[in-house]
């Protein structure tokens, strides 16, 4: 079975919001998110059985959904996909407001407010049929919705960005490696490799 076909089964991004049994604002990063009816208008959302969201939105029945925009900044997504409420505040003050209680980011495309209708459990996710009890238009409306495919290229073309400016200058001449806190660039012209007592000159990058 080759996996890179299910990744080709792309779907959107966005942040949930819910509130733990302690009254703290919770919330992660989502990709599994469906409109089945729109009259009366329900979602299905997933979510992996380990999330702190997904253990307190099966006690408490509610959750938001924050569509995320084409150019939100990466820093949310990674605040979100891989920090865990149990330990972190994702809610940043004044990136937020509340709709019935729960947090949605100020700068999304859209937000939804959820009711939990059915909870169906697979082996690692709830999935969640949630009847949709208010739907408005975020501040950044007119953006273009993330969409995964796009968020994993963006990720790709970051990683290759910083595998760029990345590259070890090495000495030609005895292979020692540039490590210092310093960049390279930096060092005075008559710094000398530490190692064979060489120039900067005969340094070049890998
Ligand atoms: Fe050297």
């Not at 959820?114 to 949630?130: R, S």
């Not at 760029?164 to 008559?190: A, M, Q, R």
Request: net charge negative.
């Amino acid at each position: 079975m080759d996996m890179q076909a299910l990744f080709k089964i792309s779907h959107g991004v966005y942040i949930t919001g819910a509130i733990d049994t302690a009254g703290r604002l919770i919330g992660s990063c989502v990709d599994s998110v469906m409109v089945t009816e729109v009259a009366p208008p329900q979602v299905l959302v997933s979510l992996s059985k380990e999330s702190y969201t997904c253990q307190n939105v099966l006690k408490t029945h509610e959750l938001t959904l924050s569509v995320l925009a084409q150019n939100v900044p990466n820093e949310v997504i990674t605040r979100f996909g891989t920090m865990s409420s149990r330990t972190a505040d994702k809610w940043v003050p004044d990136s937020y407001h509340l709709v019935s209680g729960l947090p949605v980011l100020n700068d999304s495309v859209a937000t939804l407010f959820l009711t939990v209708l059915k909870a169906i459990e697979t082996e690692h996710h709830h999935i969640f049929l949630c009847r949709v009890v208010q739907a408005q238009m975020g501040s950044n409306r007119t953006a273009v919705p993330l969409i995964y495919a796009d968020y994993q290229q963006q990720k790709k073309e970051n990683k290759m960005m910083e595998q760029t400016t990345n590259k070890k200058w090495v000495c030609t001449v005895c292979g020692y490696v540039y490590d210092g806190d310093v960049p390279f660039e930096d060092l005075p012209e008559d710094w000398v490799c530490p190692l064979c007592g060489e120039p900067k000159s005969v340094f070049v990058q890998e």
